[in-house]
């Protein structure tokens, strides 16, 4: 099975295709008509893992339209989202729920217009909450989990999500960290987003 449209590569003129397959995080892609163009191996293992959902199916995605694969009111919200991402030629940020059996997860999707409208880059990376109390504990955990070895935090200043500190490459989107930015939170720029942007 193909896991990217054969002109897909040549579209990606603001990233390299070696940066969306070394990603940890589920990326997707789609044409201007919202057919399926690329899936990276972290959606494909993902999808794999979680027993067949969310989405398409990851086993021959190339030419799936999205709105096939998505009902009901979330099937007209993206529709209308999309268009206009490809539009505006302006990033989108969306956060969504994406629930198992067993956990209640949110993501954070990042969408990256290509250049010339040619289509969509589609990043999603887990949503990482406080709890409401806001004790020092809670602040803790979030220092265990983020900090560097240096002492400092790396949020992207571009998407704003943040590192985590245990190799395994993967960002997240901490909201706590959103609105009220602790002294020990450098800035950084996230892979994808020094390509798209910097490059
Ligand atoms: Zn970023």
Partial sequence: ???YAPTFPTLLDGFSLETLERDRHSIFALSPGFDV???NPAYCAFWEANGGTPGFD???PIGV???DAIAGVTRSFYRERLERVLASGQRWE???A???AETHREYHQGIYPLKNAQGLVIINSLKV?????LDARTGAELELAYL???GLASQCSNCRRTLRNDDSGLWDWVPAWIADLPAYVSHTICPPCFEYYWK
Avoid: K
């Fill in 37 to 39: 163009i690329y899936v």
């Fill in 65 to 67: 339209n999205l709105f």
């Fill in 1 to 3: 099975m193909s896991r």
């Fill in 129 to 133: 909450e406080r709890p409401t109390d």
């Fill in 98 to 100: 994406c629930p198992s």
């Fill in 94 to 96: 969306n956060l969504y």
């Fill in 148 to 150: 560097q070895s240096g």
């Fill in 58 to 60: 990851t086993r021959s």
